[in-house]
């Protein structure tokens, strides 16, 4: 299912089965490319989280390759979990990501939302209404928020 952004690109948001392998591929290199390899964290991105049949995969792409990605789970107690939210380097700034959370906000999740955020990012998902749930934790060796969203 696609749904145009304000600028006109469409949000792509798709169950695994419905992806084809090379968009797969592009989907996670982006996310391996900024979380494993820029940030400098070495960890599992590769979670089996990908694989569970209610995950959507939400991406805006620019000229065939993805640009803005994110994840959604359904919770194991109810609700729903964002997660992996991604933007290539080339397009930041542009607004991409606030696309694709209030997309999922909107289409693809059920309350409440829960996100664990990178620290400096937690006034960001303040925006959107998720508000912090505990104490700060490191995740991978970077220092993480639980935030929340009903």
Excluded at 47 to 53: I, K, Q
Aim: hydrophobic share 35%; proline share 7%.
């Amino acid at each position: 299912m696609s749904q145009l952004s304000g600028d006109g690109q469409p949000v792509r948001a798709e169950p695994l089965v419905a992806l084809a392998p090379g968009t797969l591929y592009r989907l996670l290199r982006l996310r391996v490319d900024v979380f494993v390899v820029e940030q400098g964290a070495a960890y599992p991105e590769l979670d089996g989280r990908d694989l569970e049949p209610t995950a959507v995969h939400c991406w805006i792409e620019r000229d065939g390759e993805p640009v803005a990605y994110l994840r959604v789970l359904d919770e194991a107690g109810g609700g729903s979990r964002v997660g992996r939210v991604v933007t290539a380097p080339s397009a930041r700034g542009e607004g991409l990501a606030t696309r694709l959370v209030e997309h999922v906000l909107e289409r693809c999740c059920t309350p409440p939302v829960r996100l664990g955020a990178q620290s400096h990012l937690a006034e960001w998902y303040g925006r959107f209404g998720f508000v912090r749930t505990g104490e700060t934790y490191e995740e991978d060796g970077i220092p993480h928020v639980p935030m929340e969203r009903r």
